[in-house]
């Protein structure tokens, strides 16, 4: 008997019987602070003014005054406005109804659908899995582009950044790996972005097959930097949820540049001083804790591609540098490959995948080698060749580099609707290397 009424005894123990409370005292900027309510860093508290409910969190503590970010407007907040503290942390109501909706930064629909109902909430500050519980990643994972799955082989739970300037084509990028990769499910984060371009990521990039088997947490470019952040970690927990029941999922994160001036916006309205180039101490704490939720587990995978903004197309700038020192590898999308109508604007020299090795047969390595040295040769020789000034016969490599050069340039050139399996890949790029990979790593983990 006691079994049936569990949940109700579970709800019982977890309510709070004392309501604690405070009143707003200052508001500054982003800042709200209130005298009281007692309460604990990362805790969520209600906001009570005329008209108005608004959901913030206590970002800071000093002395008897509690500094919270709101996730919303914060107009018509005054002094003396009702602050309620709610004994909770962020969290998500997870349930395999998520997939096909869009979701907001509290982990709420935003589609106009129905609500969902979920038993299992899961929390949006999360730790890593333990390293030593991670397993070795052995198995590839397909995206259905030949650049990547040919010569950028990658693994199921592998975390890679794709690093470009605006406008070179990372949300056709993301949407054609959603469309074709061989992951059960995707969790696809919207951090920061145009409104206007959800609508044209969920039409035009995702489509309606890609749809079908994703999840969409969307937090836009005008909301709060705290409602940015979160739609961060809410996305990692959807994604943590679906790992846990046993699924490979493909987590498309973009971008963590719009998620590390969040938290900037964040810890300078707190008073945290600035450290390189106007980024502060806690955006690189916060980076490896972010990034590290996602992986390999005993129970399932998660294998993340997230996209990084640089600035100026500059590489080495702080937030580029320190993610890809974090992430197991790096896709470099080149302006100057999409100016010329090469897409995906895969700059194969720049890029580089640590698990390749692990994850692809002997016979696909030889001729992912063979592949890159002649795209490297005819790099190497581009400017003198274009001049016309290279003699033919004067060097070998060069000579095959120019012989194979259109046969590589459509290898690599793929329409967004295009999908390619990975046997089609591997006897492509095999052909142009001259290397006969055999029936069983074409099959290999697909």
Known sequence: MEALFEKYIAAVRETETLTCVGYVSRVKGILIESRGPLAVIGELCLLDAPDLELYAEVVGLDGPTVQLMAFGDTAGIEIGSRVRATG???????????????????????????????????????????????????????????????????????????????????????????????????????????????????????????????????????????????????????????????????????????FARAQREIALSVGEVPAQRGYTPSVFDLLPKLLERTGASDKGTITAFYTVLVDGDDLDEPISDNVRGILDGHIVLSRALAARGHYPAIDVLQSISRLANDVSGRESRKAALAVKQYIAAYAEAEDIINAGAYKSGSNPAIDAAIEKRAEIEEFLIQSMDERSTLAETLGRMGAIAGVEIPDDEMMLLS
């Open 88 to 258: 909770e942390a962020l969290s998500v109501a997870c349930s395999p109804e998520l997939i096909g909706r869009v979701l907001g930064p509290l982990g709420k629909p935003v589609d106009g659908k129905k609500p969902i109902v979920g038993n299992v909430r899961y929390p949006a500050a999360a730790k890593a899995p333990p390293a030593l519980s991670r397993p070795t990643i052995k198995r590839r994972i397909t995206t259905g582009i030949r650049a990547v799955d040919g010569l950028l082989a990658c693994g199921e739970g592998q975390r890679l950044g794709v690093f470009s300037g605006s406008g070179v084509g990372k949300s056709t990028f993301q949407g054609m790996i959603a469309r074709n990769t061989s992951a059960d499910v995707n969790v696809i984060a919207l951090i920061g972005e145009r409104g206007r371009e959800l609508n044209d990521f969920i039409e035009q990039s995702l489509g309606e097959e890609g749809m079908k088997r994703s999840v969409i947490v969307v937090s836009t470019g005008e909301e709060p930097a705290l409602a940015r952040l979160r739609g961060a970690y809410i996305a990692t927990a959807l994604a943590e949820y679906f790992r846990d029941r046993g699924m490979n999922v493909m987590l498309l994160f973009d971008s963590v540049t719009r």
